[in-house]
């Protein structure tokens, strides 16, 4: 479909809903018999859309449940009239929503180059004498400029840790956006008078690769 097709009809699903509901004499009733209709989207069809960036769907109202066959929501959970999706950079995407409500538009895909992940801070900080039990107990906390992705388990690139006796073991990492917590997988893993170098690898949306590589020394509570 091409871009002028696509703008003639969304502006003639537009001009359509309002004629069939949007007055002022209609009924909420009566609105919500009938699916949302799209008044805009951004990109505009036939718009560049890179992987990894967003396109964002706004309705006439609440949609509700809105799904996308090239696109994931971003948050995965959202209301109101607005919806926003990561691209996956295919040239077409298509929207379904509650009561048979469809649109299908298309873009110009290009590859683009981002900057990958940049982390901003850890706590604890790897400069600072931190205890064994703050380590167990708190694990420690990655936050990156943008949302990331770990290295899945079993892959290259996994988080590991790896003391200065030589003994390794693989952490519990769990994300949040754009926080990253390693943790210890069991009780006793950190023992004072050791270094653990924390190595792994994060990824952003589009698949950008930074390495990690901390080390912290444990201390015993009592120094």
């Not at 590589?213 to 009592?222: N, R, V």
Request: hydrophobic share 40%.
């Amino acid at each position: 479909m091409r871009c002028a097709a696509v703008l003639s009809s969304l502006a003639a699903c537009i001009v359509f809903a309002a004629a069939a509901g949007c007055g002022e004499d209609a009924g909420d009733d009566d609105l919500l018999l009938q699916p949302a209709y799209v008044i805009d989207i951004r990109p505009k069809p036939g718009g560049i859309v890179c992987g990894g960036s967003t396109v964002t769907v706004i309705f006439n109202r609440n949609p509700r449940v809105v799904e996308s066959d090239a696109g994931r929501l971003h948050p995965a959970v959202q209301s109101g009239s607005t919806r926003t999706f990561y691209a996956s950079g295919f040239w077409r995407m298509s929207f379904r929503w509650e009561l048979d409500g469809a649109l299908t538009v298309d873009y110009a895909p290009v590859i683009c180059r981002y900057e990958p992940p940049r982390l901003i801070a850890a706590t604890p900080d790897e400069h600072t004498s931190v205890t064994a039990q703050e380590l167990e107990a708190h694990g420690i906390v990655l936050e990156f400029d943008q949302p990331v992705t770990p290295a899945a388990a079993g892959t290259r690139g996994a988080f590991r840790v790896v003391d200065s006796t030589g003994e390794e073991w693989r952490p519990t990492v769990t994300v949040d956006g754009a926080r990253l917590t390693v943790q210890a997988p069991r009780s006793g893993v950190f023992v004072p008078g050791r270094a653990y170098d924390v190595t792994g690898w994060v990824f952003d949306a589009a698949g950008n690769a930074t390495e990690i590589h901390l080390t912290y020394e444990a201390i015993d509570g009592d120094e």
